[in-house]
Nanobody
């Protein structure tokens, strides 16, 4: 299984970035997916996740209203549109495939697949 993220970079505060996560090699493709992030010295946190069916979507309080998830199921790709970026959004962003998604939380499980991460840096 390969999980490949792209789209990170350096942006000024108030700007936008779109992250992409493409999955390959999974026998069963209808999986919940999401984005997590980890800043230096901090624990990894869930950012935004959704179920394959779209019945549940989670956004952390810190990104609610600014970040938008979307999918291209034919391409097995999950997108994270990040708007109104803030310096505190600076972190390594990781895509996770096969996660437990509820309206108020998103958690990895023992069979979660992770990408290698893409760096997002927001300058003030």
């Amino acid at each position: 299984v390969q999980v490949a993220e792209s789209g990170g970079g350096l942006v000024q505060a108030g700007g936008s970035l779109r992250l992409s996560c493409t999955v390959s090699g999974l026998t069963y493709g209808a999986n919940n997916m999401g984005w997590f992030r980890q800043a230096p010295g901090r624990e990894r946190e869930a950012v935004s996740c959704d179920t394959w069916s779209g019945s549940n979507t989670y956004h952390s309080d810190s990104v609610q209203g600014r970040f938008i998830l979307s999918r291209d199921k034919s391409k097995m790709t999950l997108y994270l549109q990040m708007n109104s970026l803030k310096p505190e959004d600076t972190a390594m962003y990781y895509c996770a495939v096969v996660v437990n998604v509820q309206y108020n939380r998103c958690t990895p499980i023992s069979t979660t697949y992770w990408g290698r991460g893409t760096q997002v840096t927001v300058s003030s």
